[in-house]
């Protein structure tokens, strides 16, 4: 089994800012609390506050799939529906 490393940049629309935010921060416990998940860190960028990023690593690919498939993820698309300007999303293994 292979660690994997999630890089997820989300740049909220600049009138969305904080309601992508408070919805970003619902995601912190329930998804601390998933099997697999090593650590689910979010960030705000300190000259644009319109970015956030995620920096998350699982045990395996199936384990961060299935998170991904979970309903607070569809609530949070649901709520953000229209707020979020660009959103990239990149699986990485360590290597060093």
């Given at each position: 089994m292979?660690?994997l490393?999630?890089?997820?940049?989300?740049i909220a629309k600049?009138?969305?800012i904080?309601?992508?935010?408070s919805?970003?921060l619902?995601?912190?416990?329930i998804t601390?609390a998933e099997?697999?998940?090593i650590?689910y860190?979010?960030?705000?960028?300190?000259e644009?506050?319109?970015h956030f990023?995620?920096f998350?690593?699982?045990t395996?690919?199936e384990?961060?799939q299935k998170?991904?498939?979970?309903?607070?993820?569809?609530d949070?698309?649901?709520?953000?529906?229209?707020?979020?300007?660009?959103f990239t999303?990149?699986e990485m293994?360590?290597i060093?």
């Open positions: 292979t660690k490393t999630i890089v997820a940049n989300i600049a009138d969305k904080e309601l992508v935010k919805e970003l619902k995601l912190i416990d601390r099997e697999g998940c650590n860190d979010l960030h705000q960028d300190n644009n506050p319109a990023l995620f998350e690593n699982w395996s690919r384990l961060w998170h991904m498939g979970n309903k607070h993820l569809a949070y698309m649901a709520a953000t529906e229209g707020s979020v300007e660009q999303l990149n293994t360590q060093a």
